[in-house]
Structures are given as structure tokens and as C-alpha cells.
């Protein structure tokens, strides 16, 4: 009991408190110049509109691959299911230079794009192809059970009252999956906003135009700018808390709907 | 009963209504989750590889035997082998005090066990700077008695235990849950000391949920790459760990032996995966996905 608390203290809070104090030893104004510097606030739109962007993406494919794989049959069904997982299992670094790869001008499918003028390595579409790859799971692996979960008999019921596929799928099934598909969607973007190592690599990290805001943060860190670096992460905290809340919130919705 | 309900519902007034979509609907749906992750999971894990032997079997053996590349080997497998105990020994006393016993802020506590999940990795990272950095609150004194904390091993291996920290805890917690308390409470009674009740009860109870959280908790200790490149300070051979040696090889345009390296971080993510499939088939519980993807 009191170990688990000494050691929550010693590896978790005592280092995030760090925070605070670094933004403030810069003073208000340095902090409020660093925030709302053109370059920085490039950033923050940068990444939240690829993050969300990426996450509209996930959150329509990856309710369809749930529904395929909880409702139909096919070939390789169960291996696809396991590999679902493999953003969360692999390296970013490594999902980084792959994707870098592929998508580059000379790449395999960065080739066949060049000759209609579409650049996605080292653009704001690379940076989303990147955080797809890395939030794919969320939204496939909270809509999962929910799906396993809905009851076929109200579906039944549904038909048997005249109701068509469609009416029944829009009508019975959607909304019973609206506050897991929303927190899915909702992870996914939380995640993004803060994904790093799968980024750097495909972004090119052109100032005002690719460069994430955790780059920013490492860079300040290299020129010994703590207090920079410092005020960058709180804000981009202040993103995180949000959306966790968001989270939150969704997720006893989801709770209440399902009974539980 | 299901049935029957369906055969009153084929009455002539509505005609036979399908429960599924139509066929060529459900190929299209397939079809289309199948593209995508082709496009999105098969073919960056075939690229790896491809590109991994794009020179032939022997640069691919010389690039992974290269000094550098064993160097930052054996680093990212002595931080994940000081990162998984110490949090597999948190995780199991966390789980303990949380499920076995009740007192206040046990909600918070398990709140704050959720934290490294998430601040992104390189705010993980910047806090050990800011604690132990040379401009950093405790970096003077530890300069001053010559301890290397920040751009050395030691950092990395906080860094590593910070951000895969919740991963085993909240497997355990849980299932620690579940199992209640009244097994202990006959084995007390039977006579048995807190250490026996701990090691021949509370622990084959949970083997599957601890194993689960350990692969997870490995999985990402040896493939972080945020936090570990903000305190390491990148210095070859000695505070370079597998991602990293990956990101400098890329960097210097050597493709191929930045993927051979990869590959071998991409086989760690393979066997993970499946174990990971393994013991939930064991667990053979449905919620064993849900709780991922909140892990993640």
C-alpha cells in the first residue's frame, strides 16, 4: 500500500510536477510569447487538424472492419483479428521509416501518387497517413465488443416489424454504438495529438508547414530552452486533459446505455 | 424462440426480411476492411522485411552485428529488463492494496496510475531532463557528485519505466478484482501466512492477466522511442538503444541497415502479438480487446 504510492510519487508525479514549475520559471510574458508564437501556433494547428483528420478516417474504416469482423465469416478471419494490434505492438521508429518509405516520391505507392501531383511524404497528408497507422486500433477494438454485445434479438424484432435492412442497421443498430464508435474516435485523436516517433520521419519538419508540436518541444530542448520547451507541453496538456475528460464523460454514456 | 419469432415474422404482409445486409453488400464491406488494412498494416510490415534484404542475407547480418547495433541491443534489453520487474512488482502491490483492501482516493489512485498513457512521450521524456538536466532542479548537485543521470543509461532506463508503467497494474488490478477476496480469506483461516496466501492463491489466480500486462509492458519498453530520445543524448554505442540506432541510421540515408535493425524490432512486435493472442484465447474473456485498446 504505502510502496505503491512511494513508487506512483517517485516514477509518475514528482517528475510530471517538473512541469509547472519549469513553465513558470520563464516568467508570464516569455510563457505567453513562446504559446502564441507564429511558429508554435503553426504547430498546434498543424497537429490538431491532422489528428483529427486521421481520426475521422479511423473512426469510418475501422467501424467497418469491426462490423466485418464480429458479424461475417471469412477466410484469415481470426489472424486478421490478432493483427489489428501490431500499431500498438510496433516500434514507432520503425512504423515511421516504413511508412516514410512507402510514401516517399520514389517509394512504392509514393511513385504511383507522383504522376497526378499528389504528395504525401513530407506534406500534412503524410503526417495523417502516419497517425492513422498509429490510432487504427482504437476505434476497431472499442466498437468490437459493443458489436459482440448487441442483442441480435432486438434486430429480430425489428424485422419482423416490417422494418428493412437499412431502417434496422440506422434506426436499431447505429445508435446503440454511437457512444463506443464516439470514444474510439475520441482515443484515437487523444493519441494522436501527442505521437512522436511514427511522425518525424514522413513529416519533414518544415517550419510552419510540417512540424508537429512535439518537435518543437525537442527542439527547445536542444537550444536549452526549458521554459519553451515547458510552456509547449502545458498546452499541450491542457489539449490532452480535454479530451480525456471528453473520454471520460463518453465512456460512462456508454456505460449507462449498456446497463452496465 | 428466436426462430419462431422469425417464422411469425415471414407473414405474407412484409414478405421474408433478410437479418443481415444483402450479400453483395457484405463482399463490399469485407472487401473494403481487407484494403484497408492492406494498405495500412500488411504492406509496412512486408516493406520492413523487403527492405531489410533488399542488399542479400549478408548486409543484412552485417548491419545487425555492426559494434553500434549490438551495443544499443544489449542497452534496449538491460532498460527492458529493469523496466518489466520493477513494474511487475508495482503492478502486483497496486493491485493488491486496490482490489484486497478499501480506503479513500482509491479512484485517484487509479487515475494516476493512468497518467504516462496519457502525456505524449516526449513530455515523458522532458520531465527526466527538467529533473536531472544540467539546468535542471536536481542536475547541479548530481553534477557536482559526478552522477550521470540525463544523456546515460540510467535516464533511459527511467524514461522506459515511466512510459510503459500502467501497462502490467492495470492488467492486474482487474482481474485481482474479479478473483474477490474470499479465497484468501480461507486460506488464512486454513492457517496460511500473508506471503503463502500471496504466492499459492492471489498469484495462479491471476498468471494470464500478469503475463498479458508483462508482454505489453515489454512490447513497449523495448520499442519507445519519444521519451528515450529526449533523454539519451543519442550517443553511439553507449546511450543508443534499438529505435534509436534505427532513427540514425535512416538519418544517414544507410536505408537498409536501418530496416535490418527494425526488423528485428518488428519481429519483438510479431512474437508479442502472438502471445498476446495466445493468452487471451486462454483468458477467454471478450473484454480482453476492450481493455487494450484503452491500454494503447
Known amino acids: 500500500m504505502g510502496y505503491t504510492i512511494f513508487y506512483l510519487c517517485l516514477i509518475v508525479l514528482v517528475p510530471l510536477t517538473m512541469l509547472p514549475i519549469g513553465a513558470a520559471s520563464g516568467g508570464w510574458t516569455a ?15 498543424l497537429t490538431l487538424t491532422t489528428s483529427f483528420f486521421a481520426a475521422v478516417v479511423n473512426a469510418i474504416f475501422g467501424a467497418v472492419v469491426a462490423w466485418v469482423l464480429v458479424r461475417y465469416d471469412f477466410p484469415g478471419r481470426r489472424l ?25 516520391p520514389n517509394g512504392l505507392i509514393g511513385s504511383r501518387l507522383e504522376p497526378y501531383g499528389i504528395k504525401v511524404a513530407f506534406t500534412p497528408l503524410g503526417v495523417t497517413v502516419a497517425l492513422i497507422f498509429i490510432g487504427l486500433p482504437f476505434v476497431v477494438r472499442t466498437l468490437q465488443p459493443v458489436i459482440e454485445e448487441l442483442d441480435t434479438q432486438v434486430e429480430e424484432a425489428a424485422t419482423s416489424l416490417g422494418a428493412r435492412r437499412w431502417d434496422v442497421v440506422r434506426r436499431v443498430i447505429l445508435p446503440y454504438l454511437y457512444p463506443a464508435w464516439i470514444t474510439g474516435f475520441a482515443l484515437s485523436f487523444a493519441r494522436a495529438i501527442g505521437e512522436y516517433g511514427s511522425v518525424v520521419f514522413i513529416s519533414g519538419n518544415m517550419p510552419m508547414r510540417t512540424e508537429i508540436s512535439p518537435l518543437l518541444i525537442i527542439t527547445k530542448l536542444e537550444q536549452f530552452d526549458y521554459a519553451g520547451a515547458t510552456a509547449i507541453a502545458v498546452v499541450m496538456l491542457g489539449m490532452s486533459f480535454v479530451l480525456l475528460l471528453a473520454i471520460n464523460g463518453l465512456q460512462r454514456w456508454t456505460n449507462a446505455r449498456l446497463g452496465h | 424462440m428466436a426462430g419462431s419469432v422469425h417464422r411469425i415474422a415471414s407473414a405474407p404482409a412484409h414478405g421474408r426480411r433478410p437479418l443481415t445486409e444483402p450479400r453483395a453488400l457484405r463482399w463490399l464491406l469485407t472487401g473494403v476492411a481487407l484494403a484497408f488494412l492492406l494498405f495500412f498494416l500488411a504492406l509496412p510490415l512486408g516493406v520492413v522485411f523487403v527492405e531489410a534484404f533488399s ?6 547480418l552485417e548491419a545487425i552485428a555492426h559494434p553500434d547495433a549490438m551495443a544499443a541491443l544489449k542497452l534496449t534489453f538491460i532498460a527492458a529488463a ?37 502525456v505524449s512521450p516526449v513530455i515523458s521524456g ?40 500502467p501497462f502490467i497494474a492495470r492488467e492486474v488490478i482487474p482481474v485481482m478484482e474479479a478473483s474477490g477476496t474470499e479465497e484468501e480469506e480461507a486460506a488464512r483461516v486454513l492457517g496460511a501466512s500473508g506471503w503463502q496466501t500471496f504466492f499459492r492463491v492471489t498469484l495462479p489466480n491471476l498468471k ?54 527494425a526488423s528485428l524490432l518488428t519481429l519483438v512486435a510479431l512474437v508479442t502479438l502472438i502471445i498476446k493472442t495466445l493468452v487471451e484465447r486462454r483468458m477467454a474473456r471478450p473484454a480482453g480487446n476492450e481493455r487494450l485498446a484503452e491500454a494503447a
Open chain 1, 80 to 104: 486478421v483479428d490478432a493483427f489489428i494490434d501490431l500499431p500498438f505492438a510496433l516500434p514507432t521508429a520503425v512504423a515511421g521509416i516504413t511508412l516514410t518509405t512507402i510514401y516517399a
Open chain 2, 82 to 118: 529493469i523496466a518489466v520487474p520493477a513494474n511487475l512488482v508495482f503492478g502486483l502491490a497496486a493491485g493488491w492494496a486496490i482490489a484486497k483492501f478499501s480506503f479513500p482516493g482509491k479512484n485517484l489512485l487509479i487515475t494516476l496510475i493512468d497518467l504516462p498513457f496519457a
Open chain 2, 55 to 60: 542488399k542479400g542475407f549478408g548486409p543484412y
Open chain 1, 31 to 45: 510563457f505567453r510569447d513562446t504559446i502564441f508564437d507564429p511558429r508554435v501556433v503553426a504547430s498546434y494547428k
Open chain 2, 126 to 165: 522532458m520531465v527526466f531532463v527538467l529533473l536531472f538536466g544540467r539546468q535542471g532542479w536536481l542536475g547541479p548537485w548530481l553534477f557536482d557528485h559526478d552522477y550521470r543521470i540525463v544523456f546515460a543509461v540510467p535516464g533511459i532506463v527511467l524514461a522506459t519505466i515511466f512510459v510503459s508503467f
Open chain 2, 208 to 261: 494470464w492477466g500478469v503475463l498479458y500486462g508483462v508482454i505489453l509492458c515489454n512490447a513497449r519498453a523495448m520499442g519507445e522511442f519519444g521519451a528515450v530520445s529526449v533523454v539519451s543524448g543519442k550517443i553511439r554505442g553507449r546511450t543508443n538503444t534499438l529505435p534509436l540506432h534505427v532513427e540514425i541510421l535512416y538519418n544517414e540515408y544507410n536505408f537498409q541497415a536501418a530496416f535490418a535493425v
